[in-house]
């Protein structure tokens, strides 16, 4: 087994039993639903990895490290020290942190697909749109959870929120755009 495929599996075996303690710690504390939020977070952590060892896909460990960060972040600190609705600031950050994170993520797969090495304008724009195009559709999730089930307090309580949401949004992949476009990484998907 190589380096690469013994940190994929080394990383992924932390990541479940750090969001195990979480969901149940969460369970213990009486909040099934959130537990229910870091269940499905988990879940598609662990498909991800699946298709990757599948498909022979490849991840930077760089990313996945932050993909499961922010996974992490989300269960133990938004839900579990109930940051989302005690803090004005962390759910922007975390916004800010997924953007920056998933625009990289989901870079990584078009360029296994392009098969090519983009020019540095294209990179950047490429991330820039694809991390934009990301948070617009996790707010439009958050809207449709928000008026199905009716959640108290609500993951968009106003427009204001959803604004400030899209602009963490925003910079969190422009930053990413720029770390793709400048930084040269070890892969060659970069």
């Known amino acids: 087994?190589?380096?690469?495929?013994?940190?994929?599996?080394?990383?992924?075996?932390?990541?479940?039993?750090?969001?195990?303690?979480?969901?149940?710690?969460?369970?213990?504390?009486?909040?099934?639903?959130?537990?229910?939020?870091?269940?499905?977070?988990?879940?598609?952590?662990?498909?991800?990895?699946?298709?990757?060892v599948k498909y022979q896909l490849f991840m930077s460990t760089y990313v996945r490290v932050l993909v499961m960060v922010t996974f992490f972040l989300d269960a133990a600190f938004g839900y579990y020290f109930d940051l989302y609705v005690t803090s004005v600031v962390f759910d922007k950050f975390l916004h800010f942190f997924g953007a920056y994170t998933f625009?990289?993520?989901?870079?990584?797969?078009?360029?296994?697909?392009?098969?090519?090495s983009l020019a540095k304008p294209v990179k950047f724009i490429l991330v820039a749109c694809l991390g934009l195009s990301l948070g617009a559709f996790y707010e439009i999730l958050e809207f449709i959870f928000d008026s199905i089930s009716h959640a108290d307090?609500?993951?968009?309580?106003?427009?204001?929120?959803?604004?400030?949401?899209?602009?963490?949004?925003?910079?969190?992949?422009?930053?990413?755009?720029?770390?793709?476009?400048?930084?040269?990484?070890s892969d060659k998907y970069f």
Not at 157 to 185: M, Q
């Open 1 to 52: 087994m190589d380096r690469h495929k013994r940190a994929m599996y080394g990383l992924t075996a932390v990541f479940i039993l750090a969001q195990l303690a979480v969901i149940l710690a969460l369970v213990l504390k009486g909040r099934t639903d959130y537990a229910r939020s870091v269940v499905f977070t988990t879940f598609l952590q662990l498909v991800f990895v699946f298709l990757e």
């Open 103 to 116: 625009s990289l993520f989901a870079y990584i797969f078009v360029a296994q697909l392009q098969g090519s």
């Open 153 to 185: 307090p609500p993951s968009q309580p106003n427009l204001l929120d959803t604004d400030l949401d899209l602009t963490a949004d925003l910079l969190g992949s422009l930053l990413a755009g720029c770390h793709a476009a400048l930084r040269k990484f």
